[in-house]
């Protein structure tokens, strides 16, 4: 529907009877909601005042937004400041403005470090996902080099809210962690110091238990302690998680764990063989047969999508600002590519003929650690 085509309602500040704003003159707001519903809210963004806080409420379907994690460049870390310099935001598709989610629990403070000032060049991974509509943070590195997150942390987009996952049985980094079906893996990984049980273990969460009886549960082990390294990627896709060893053109190892067998196996070759880069398969809580397995590589600037049929990468598009890429996200048709050392986004609608592709700055003084694509945030009145 045109913009253009929708003139300004002349009574869109009419008050009811009970002081409540009117959104539609003559029609009471549950119904009025019902008819917004279905205009793009870009559209109902541009239109007026109550509109555009409507988009933003609980009660309205709620569009998608871009969520990142953001570091100061590295000259700006502070070798003696204990405080993470971490910082979480959310950028509006609508209004296309970055806004700072609100700050999570003070205790325990949380401490994320992502480069170190002894080791500028390496970067330590900070390990969040995308869990049936919420982010979870699972597992980082402090300043003194030992684990960061004791127990996850989870933030809710359509409450604005923080909260505590369960405790970790032991809390790790390097480590690999996943979801599939609203659960949480976390496999093989690090603690204070290596143990190989830990190299080798593998836990379960499940999301959609409710809090009190939340917790994690082992699951088969991995046959050896190789996985537990900085830069290992696991990727939920089609009921199983999904396992390398090291990122880009580097010879690697890959694993498949089957959640439902809980088995573990060696990963395709087609499929090991084309992993030269950050990968991401697009989810869906419901099931898993629409599910796209992504993949970039970081040298060549090409995205990949992969074929199960086949055991083989097809190309989706190659462009040189996709080089140099570090983390993807996929979903709602698009794929989002951290590039550039953090100092851009590239988004590609991958649902567009061809492909279409645009590029995303992040806030000044910032660089992107990591992006996923959720909900969008409520806005209070």
């Given at each position: 529907?045109?913009?253009?085509?929708?003139?300004?309602?002349?009574?869109?500040?009419?008050?009811?009877?009970?002081?409540?704003?009117?959104?539609?003159?003559?029609?009471?707001?549950?119904?009025?909601?019902?008819?917004?519903?279905?205009?793009?809210?870009?559209?109902?963004?541009?239109?007026?005042?109550?509109?555009?806080?409507?988009?933003?409420?609980?009660?309205?379907?709620?569009?998608?937004?871009?969520?990142?994690i953001?570091?100061?460049?590295?000259?700006?870390?502070?070798?003696?400041?204990p405080?993470?310099p971490?910082?979480?935001?959310?950028?509006?598709?609508?209004?296309?403005?970055?806004?700072?989610?609100?700050?999570?629990?003070?205790?325990p403070?949380?401490?994320?470090?992502?480069?170190?000032?002894s080791?500028?060049?390496?970067?330590?991974?900070?390990?969040?996902?995308s869990?049936?509509?919420?982010?979870?943070?699972?597992?980082?590195?402090?300043?003194?080099?030992?684990?960061?997150?004791?127990?996850?942390?989870?933030?809710?987009?359509?409450?604005?809210?923080?909260?505590?996952?369960?405790p970790?049985?032991?809390?790790?980094?390097?480590?690999?962690?996943?979801?599939?079906?609203?659960?949480?893996?976390?496999a093989?990984?690090?603690?204070?110091?290596?143990r190989?049980?830990v190299?080798?273990?593998?836990?379960?969460?499940?999301?959609?238990?409710?809090?009190?009886?939340?917790?994690?549960?082992?699951?088969?082990?991995?046959?050896?302690?190789?996985?537990?390294?900085?830069?290992?990627?696991?990727?939920?896709?089609?009921?199983?998680?999904?396992?390398?060893?090291?990122?880009?053109?580097?010879v690697?190892?890959?694993?498949?764990?089957?959640?439902?067998?809980?088995?573990?196996?060696?990963?395709?070759?087609?499929?090991?063989g084309?992993?030269?880069?950050?990968?991401?398969?697009?989810?869906?809580?419901?099931?898993?047969?629409?599910?796209?397995?992504?993949v970039?590589?970081?040298?060549?600037?090409?995205?990949?999508?992969?074929?199960?049929e086949?055991?083989?990468?097809?190309?989706?598009m190659?462009?040189?600002?996709?080089?140099?890429?570090?983390?993807?996200?996929?979903?709602?048709?698009?794929?989002?590519?951290?590039?550039?050392?953090?100092?851009?986004?590239?988004?590609?609608?991958?649902?567009?003929?061809?492909?279409?592709?645009?590029?995303?700055?992040?806030?000044?003084?910032?660089?992107?650690?990591?992006v996923?694509?959720?909900?969008?945030?409520?806005?209070?009145?």
């Amino acid at each position: 529907m045109d913009q253009e085509a929708i003139p300004k309602p002349k009574h869109c500040r009419t008050q009811a009877s009970s002081d409540e704003t009117l959104l539609l003159p003559g029609l009471p707001n549950h119904l009025a909601q019902l008819c917004l519903a279905k205009i793009n809210p870009s559209v109902l963004f541009s239109v007026c005042r109550s509109w555009r806080r409507l988009i933003y409420s609980p009660s309205f379907p709620p569009f998608f937004s871009l969520y990142a994690i953001l570091s100061p460049p590295p000259p700006h870390h502070h070798h003696h400041n204990p405080n993470s310099p971490i910082q979480f935001s959310s950028l509006d598709p609508i209004s296309n403005t970055w806004t700072s989610l609100p700050p999570p629990p003070s205790s325990p403070p949380l401490q994320l470090l992502h480069c170190h000032p002894s080791f500028l060049s390496r970067k330590l991974p900070i390990q969040w996902l995308s869990v049936s509509g919420r982010l979870v943070l699972v597992a980082a590195t402090t300043h003194q080099f030992t684990p960061a997150m004791p127990r996850p942390l989870v933030f809710q987009p359509l409450s604005n809210q923080w909260s505590f996952g369960p405790p970790l049985p032991e809390p790790r980094r390097w480590c690999g962690v996943g979801t599939v079906g609203g659960k949480v893996y976390v496999a093989s990984g690090i603690g204070t110091t290596y143990r190989g049980d830990v190299a080798r273990s593998m836990e379960e969460w499940d999301t959609k238990r409710k809090e009190a009886s939340s917790s994690w549960v082992k699951k088969a082990c991995l046959k050896d302690g190789k996985f537990s390294r900085e830069d290992v990627e696991a990727i939920g896709y089609r009921g199983k998680l999904w396992m390398v060893n090291s990122k880009g053109n580097a010879v690697k190892e890959g694993v498949v764990y089957d959640v439902q067998k809980d088995t573990w196996q060696d990963m395709p070759q087609g499929m090991l063989g084309g992993w030269n880069g950050p990968a991401a398969a697009t989810i869906n809580d419901d099931g898993h047969d629409d599910d796209v397995m992504y993949v970039v590589d970081e040298r060549k600037g090409v995205l990949n999508k992969y074929v199960d049929e086949n055991d083989c990468w097809e190309m989706v598009m190659e462009s040189v600002v996709l080089r140099e890429a570090e983390q993807v996200c996929a979903g709602r048709g698009r794929v989002c590519v951290v590039c550039a050392n953090g100092r851009k986004i590239v988004v590609v609608d991958v649902v567009a003929t061809p492909p279409r592709i645009w590029v995303v700055e992040p806030p000044q003084m910032l660089e992107v650690v990591a992006v996923h694509i959720l909900p969008r945030m409520c806005r209070p009145d």
